[in-house]
């Protein structure tokens, strides 16, 4: 519900709109409860907390969270499959498939799922759902959990929600069609995809709730005018709950307000010290209230900065960036550090480009990395567009790029999963015909 002066409902105002001095004291208690049902495992992360000197709870502040261990995905994965469940009551379980096809698999306890649920609500609350609308879901429904997390938020609000899940784009044009869905939730370069195949058609859409994935601000602009709605960023990893951990609303100024009273969250530099607010860090999240997988300072490997809530607006959560990338997908090209995302801002700032494009880093000469971008123009290719994009790289972000501009339609489009925008090239043939 939206009201006249743009406020957007809470979904739970005790949770999302409470004083912060309040929140902190829940923050506290939980923090304490998690330690103890942590230290009761016995496990990897036990044992590191009673290396730290963590005997019990209520040896551990908030203040002094950062001196606590943290933990990261390669001992999920040492851990595999379940040897960091802290419950025997699971319901399910999910994940991801990851890199080198390692899955990351995380047991999920039914108050887990009730807690994923509500911080689900919330972002579609936050992007004008009730229980009077309909949801038009085309996140993949399995193991990811995309689909299932937000099937869970929206029944749990009341709306009622179309489970289409990734691919079959005609089919959901035409439920788009028919069952006139006011929210659309799947990943931003679906929403592109579905955008170009409704070639202008009016739709009852009037926002989405966009993540997975990365996507810029360029991108946000280019959703937006294609579909004709409000395009909001949702942030989640299946490690700590998937989608909802974070999580922007139509009131929160272009950032995400963070589901704190149950991840709390921090950001910190290379050395593994906090970032003030408003540099970029690594985001490290510790699931204050999980019980099937609890985990204290995972470390995400993703790169944003934080904020406080947006002055005078009723949402009083802390607030993260869009991300601007991860640790481990930032190119070092000639000695300057860049992120896709920046690589993408630039490249979509140019009102020619169209958001098909490869990023393809060539390593075959491991001495000297070199950037090669292949881009697809909307309409018959500008003679000049190759040299225009060259010099608003360098320009930009300091770095000489080759630029490919290929036909439409030549770069591989993604209806199912999640988009590679970045690819390395080590050997062998180019990633990409034609670059
Ligand atoms: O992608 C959960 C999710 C589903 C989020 C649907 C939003 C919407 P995983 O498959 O475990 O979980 O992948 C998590 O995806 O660590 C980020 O690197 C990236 N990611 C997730 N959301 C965003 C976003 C889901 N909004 C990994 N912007 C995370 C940029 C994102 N990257």
């Not at 080198?100 to 887990?112: E, F, K, N, V, W």
């Not at 990365?214 to 602009?221: G, H, L, S, V, Y």
Request: glycine content about 12%; some cysteine; aromatic content about 4%.
């Amino acid at each position: 519900m939206i009201s006249d002066d743009g406020v957007v409902a809470l979904v739970e105002p005790d949770a999302e709109g409470v004083a912060p001095q309040l929140r902190v004291r829940v923050q506290e208690r939980r923090l304490r409860q998690l330690v103890d049902r942590v230290l009761a495992t016995g496990n990897l992360q036990a044992e590191r907390l009673r290396a730290a000197g963590v005997t019990s709870g209520m040896d551990v502040t908030l203040g002094d969270l950062s001196r606590l261990p943290t933990i990261n995905k390669a001992d999920i994965w040492d851990n595999y499959p379940f040897g960091l469940q802290a419950s025997r009551d699971i319901v399910c379980v999910h994940g991801s498939s990851g890199t080198g096809g390692r899955p990351t698999l995380i047991p999920y306890t039914a108050s887990d799922v009730e807690v994923w649920a509500r911080v689900m609500a919330r972002a579609l609350g936050g992007a004008g759902a009730t229980k009077a609308s309909t949801v038009h879901n085309g996140y993949g429904y399995g193991l990811f959990t995309g689909g299932l997390g937000v099937h869970h938020g929206g029944m749990w609000l009341g709306v009622t929600v179309i489970p289409v899940s990734g691919g079959m784009t005609e089919r959901q044009i035409r439920l788009i069609q028919d069952l006139k869905p006011d929210i659309l939730t799947c990943t931003p370069s679906y929403a592109i995809h579905l955008g170009e195949a409704l070639k202008g058609q009016e739709t009852s859409l009037k926002a989405g709730v966009f993540g997975a994935e990365p996507w810029t601000e360029q991108m946000r602009a280019q959703i937006e005018g294609l579909l004709g709605i409000r395009a909001l960023d949702i942030y989640g990893l299946s490690e700590i709950i998937g989608p909802g951990v974070a999580c922007e609303s139509l009131d929160s100024e272009g950032m995400l307000n963070v589901a704190e009273d149950h991840f709390l969250v921090e950001a910190i530099g290379p050395d593994g010290d906090p970032v003030p607010d408003g540099t970029p860090g690594e985001l490290v999240f510790t699931t204050l209230t999980k019980t099937g997988m609890p985990l204290i300072r995972y470390r995400t490997g993703d790169v944003a900065s934080l904020a406080g809530p947006v002055p005078g607006k009723p949402r009083t959560l802390r607030r993260m960036s869009k991300l601007k990338g991860r640790t481990d997908d930032m190119l070092v090209i000639r000695g300057v550090n860049v992120f896709p995302t920046e690589i993408e801002a630039v490249l979509l700032q140019d009102e020619r480009v169209s958001p098909h494009y490869l990023v393809v880093e060539d390593r075959r000469d491991p001495r000297r990395s070199e950037l090669r971008i292949a881009v697809e123009p909307f309409s018959e290719a500008d003679p000049g567009l190759q040299d225009d994009l060259v010099h608003a790289l360098r320009e930009r972000l300091g770095i000489t790029c080759m630029v490919k501009v290929l036909r439409p339609g030549s770069v591989p489009r993604t209806e199912v999963g999640k988009a590679r925008r970045l690819a390395r090239w080590t050997e062998g043939e180019p990633p990409l015909a034609g670059l």
